[in-house]
């Protein structure tokens, strides 16, 4: 089975500049979760959603962050503009119903390490 | 939030000793909990997780202690070998809450030779 599947790896860009993440769920998996990790820190959630609907993006600055899940299935987070801040590891993760499974968790990718310069 | 628990953010622990180690986690509402591994460049692996009606379970070669009192949960990991080097964290989901998982600070475990 694949696991969580996120591209690019890493991406460097100025600041003010557009970057959009993907995501690629484990299949069936109905709940897509995107976290931020700064360095040094634990993951912090930005935006669930159920199937293609955003449940829980109270986390999300929406100024600058939007994120998408067309079809239930793929989807992208998008930072315009980008801010020094932003630096950091975006993770994708997938359950196959809202919350954790038990024994199991939640499956993360391996995330896109972003830096804005 | 309080923290109790003793938090070490490195712990080294030689080649086939036990490692134990902690989190104090932040919500007395909190029903469920997991301990994830990360490697460098790698996304957090699920390694064992717990429910807050149970106060220990133990997987291969790692156990899970829950002190719902303190508000503490530990990791330990028996005969501790060099793939056991990343970082730890353990993370809570609130009850009633619908998936979030909250994070804590990572520890990050150095295995000797």
């Known amino acids: 089975e694949a696991g969580v599947v996120q591209s690019p790896r890493y991406k460097i860009i100025e600041k003010k500049q557009p970057v959009a993440f993907w995501c690629n769920p484990i299949?069936?998996?109905?709940?897509l979760y995107w976290y931020r990790q700064n360095l040094g820190q634990g993951p912090e959630l930005l935006i669930r959603?159920?199937?293609?609907?955003?449940?829980?993006d109270s986390q999300l600055p929406k100024d600058r962050f939007s994120a998408e899940r067309l079809k239930g299935v793929d989807s992208t987070l998008k930072i315009q503009p980008a801010e020094l801040g932003d630096s950091a590891v975006y993770l994708c993760?997938?359950?196959?119903?809202?919350?954790?499974?038990?024994?199991?968790?939640?499956?993360f990718g391996s995330g896109t390490r972003l830096t804005v310069v | 939030g309080e923290s109790v628990g003793l938090h070490l953010p490195t712990l080294s622990v030689q080649e086939g000793d036990n490692s134990i180690i902690n989190c104090a986690y932040s919500?007395?509402?909190?029903?469920?909990f997991i301990w994830y591994k990360q490697e460098s460049g790698k996304g957090p692996q699920f390694i064992i997780d717990?429910?807050?009606?149970?106060d220990k379970r133990q997987g291969q070669r790692v156990t899970v202690l829950l002190n719902k009192t303190v508000k503490h949960l530990s990791l330990q990991i028996a005969a501790t070998q060099p793939g056991d080097s990343a970082v730890y964290f353990c993370?809570?989901?609130?009850?009633?809450?619908?998936?979030?998982?909250?994070f804590g600070q990572g520890t990050t475990l150095q295995v000797k030779p």
């Open positions: 919500n007395s509402a909190s029903d469920y």
């Open positions: 993370a809570e989901k609130v009850s009633g809450n619908t998936g979030k998982l909250i």
């Open positions: 717990i429910r807050s009606n149970m």
């Open positions: 299949s069936g998996h109905n709940t």
């Open positions: 959603y159920e199937n293609e609907e955003a449940v829980d």
């Open positions: 993760a997938s359950s196959p119903r809202t919350g954790p499974s038990p024994g199991y968790g939640y499956t």
